[in-house]
C-alpha cells in the first residue's frame, strides 16, 4: 500500500489512519504489513471496507490527510478501477515490527 511522500509524517504520527481507495479489487488484506516508503515501519490494515462513491465525504477526505474531495481524488485513483475502498490502518515502528 503506497501513500505519497506528503502523507508519511501524519501517518507515522498516528494522525493519518484511513485512505479512500479507488480500485478495480482490494489489493490489501487485513494484517498486511506495508512498508511505508523509507520509513522503518510499516502501515497495517486493521480493516477494509467497499463503499459507494456517494459514500465519501470531506470529513473522510480530511481523516485521510487530504484537504477535500477533489485533493482526494486526485490521488486515490489506481488505473482503471471503479470501486471505492475505505481503508482502516495504524502505523507500526520497526520496534513494534519485531515485537510482533
Known amino acids: 500500500m503506497q501513500f505519497t511522500k506528503k502523507l508519511h509524517a501524519g501517518i507515522v504520527a498516528g494522525e493519518i489512519t484511513t485512505s479512500i481507495r479507488i480500485w478495480i479489487r482490494p489489493r490489501v488484506k487485513i494484517h498486511g504489513r506495508y512498508k511505508l516508503g523509507t ?3 510499516f502501515v497495517v490494515v486493521d480493516k477494509i ?16 490527510g487530504f484537504a477535500g474531495m477533489t485533493d482526494l481524488l ?18 507500526e515502528d520497526a520496534r513494534q515490527a519485531r515485537e510482533n
Open 74 to 91: 486526485k490521488t486515490a485513483k489506481h488505473g482503471r478501477g471503479e470501486r471505492v475502498f475505505y481503508v482502516h490502518f495504524h502505523y
Open 39 to 41: 520509513t522503518p515501519g
Open 49 to 64: 471496507s467497499e463503499i459507494a462513491f456517494e459514500d465519501i465525504t470531506p470529513k473522510m477526505a480530511r481523516d485521510s
